[in-house]
């Protein structure tokens, strides 16, 4: 069985790290959902109205993630984290496309919860499932819109799947092979964060995303929290 887990020595360099984690099994993605445009609209107004005038790089949530970039040796100006690369483009009211559902929704809470909201096509994994840990030079990366892969340096942080890096910097760049397109059904969503900082919000963004998925698409929903004490979930 496929499952998803965080390696040891990411504890050790990230203390406090932690993720919500939704599965979801039997979606339909092909298909328009207005409810969940709807909703996405709804949360980019909500933000840009919300963080208006606000310096991002000092905002709480957003800090969390800069300070673990910092302590990775990545510089999170140059390699913005997910969350502030969109949080950062709402906030000056431009808008984000739609893709499809399962894309809509993760961006949708993302924005509500200011959390990096990740979705991947469990289809797309290797047999061992996903990993997150750091890379060796066996690893390679297909960087969005491109056809030829890049060798990983050794060291970096970043979720994996056999030795197919699927994000680069750990919440930074997904890579091509890693989209989420019409044909998939079947998706890991995990949610990153620091316990006594965020976790309170990850777990409830969790759950608001498993009830829209058994509400709007009638799959099958599982969800776990995983830390050092719990560092794996079977997908």
């Known amino acids: 069985m496929k499952r998803f887990y965080v390696d040891d020595a990411v504890f050790d360099a990230l203390p406090g790290y932690c993720l919500g984690v939704v599965v979801a099994k039997g979606i339909r993605n092909e298909e328009h959902n207005e409810a969940i445009t709807t909703q996405m609209d709804e949360e ?21 993630y800069r300070d673990a ?46 959390l990096p909201l990740g979705a991947h096509d469990i289809d797309q994994l290797e047999e061992d499932g996903m990993a997150i840990r750091f890379s060796t030079p066996e690893d390679h990366f297909l960087p969005i819109g491109e056809t030829e892969q890049e060798i990983m340096p050794e060291g970096e942080l970043v979720y994996v799947s056999g030795h197919t890096v699927k994000t680069r910097r750990w919440i930074w760049r997904q890579s091509d092979d890693g989209k989420i397109t019409g044909d998939t059904s079947y998706v890991l969503f995990p949610i990153d964060a620091f316990e ?18 058994r509400e709007q698409f009638g799959c099958e929903v599982k969800t776990a929290y995983l830390n050092r004490e719990n560092p794996s979930v079977d997908l």
């Open 44 to 64: 980019m107004d909500a933000f840009h109205q919300q963080f208006e005038g606000i310096n991002l790089k000092e905002y709480p949530g957003i800090c969390a």
């Open 196 to 213: 006594g900082i965020n976790d309170a919000q990850v777990v409830v963004a969790r759950d608001e995303l498993a009830a829209i998925l």
């Open 69 to 114: 970039f910092h302590k990775l040796n990545m510089n999170p100006n140059k390699f913005m984290c997910s969350i502030e690369a969109m949080a950062k483009r709402v906030q000056k009211g431009n808008r984000l496309p739609h893709i499809n559902p399962v894309v809509d929704v993760g961006n949708a809470l993302s924005l509500k919860y200011v």
